[in-house]
């Protein structure tokens, strides 16, 4: 029974929590039974509310010259409209942006392509934006591997203590439960008895996805 447990816990590709439950198995079986140790877990980043988007989108209005004013209102609507981060959010040109199926869409490449619906409320912003630019990237000027454009725009986005320094982590959370409250996703939690979304990958992997136009629909985020 030992090698067993020996195997399973060397040898299995299981998460941290499984590997730690396969040892604790082995400990039993050894009789030794130390401490448990709660394993730590990323959390997601606090959304920004409607008022700190507003004053954000004030310091882009703000903006010195037509270049930062698009630019930085393109990384907000990017960000807190259609939840992009990271490589993404730099690679997209204003030829990305397109409006179809009932709003605006935004085709994203790389390692996870897909067309992203746009929040309604960013519509505006971005399709000027996406006009501004055209063919070139909306946020990271000719290079979207570099963080040398992107870093003094988020610091450009700064109203001192009572507005810290922008955030993308926490503008992608902000459309995050924006998506949430619109397909009731809290409602669902509650009343199936999930309190986390380890599972939820699994569940959803056998459904088939909606059309475009349903998603468009579905997200709030058909053009008004």
Request: hydrophobic share 45%; net charge positive; aromatic share 4%.
């Amino acid at each position: 029974m030992i090698e067993r447990f020996v195997v399973v816990a060397a040898g299995s590709p299981a998460t941290r929590r499984t590997l730690r439950t396969n040892l604790r198995a082995l400990g039993r079986a050894l009789e030794v039974a130390p401490a448990p140790v709660a394993l730590g877990r990323e959390r997601a980043k606090a959304p920004y509310s409607a008022a700190e988007i507003a004053a954000y989108l004030g310091l882009c209005d703000a903006q010195p010259t037509a270049l930062r004013r698009q630019r930085s209102a393109a990384l907000v609507c990017l960000g807190a409209g259609a939840g992009l981060v990271g490589t993404e959010l730099r690679s997209v040109r204003g030829s990305d942006i397109s409006a179809r199926s009932g709003g605006l869409v935004v085709t994203v490449g790389g390692r996870r392509p897909r067309a992203v619906p746009v929040l309604a409320a960013f519509h505006g912003r971005l399709r000027a934006a996406a006009f501004f630019f055209g063919p070139r990237h909306l946020v990271s000027g000719t290079n979207p591997e570099s963080h040398n454009v992107t870093n003094p725009l988020l610091r450009s986005l700064s109203g001192g203590a009572d507005l810290a320094r922008l955030d993308t982590g926490r503008l992608r959370s902000t459309y995050l439960v924006a998506m949430a409250e619109q397909v009731g996703l809290k409602a669902f939690m509650d009343a199936a008895g999930i309190t986390c979304s380890q599972r939820l990958g699994d569940l959803v992997a056998g459904l088939s996805p909606p059309s475009e136009e349903e998603a468009v629909a579905l997200l709030g985020a058909q053009s008004r």
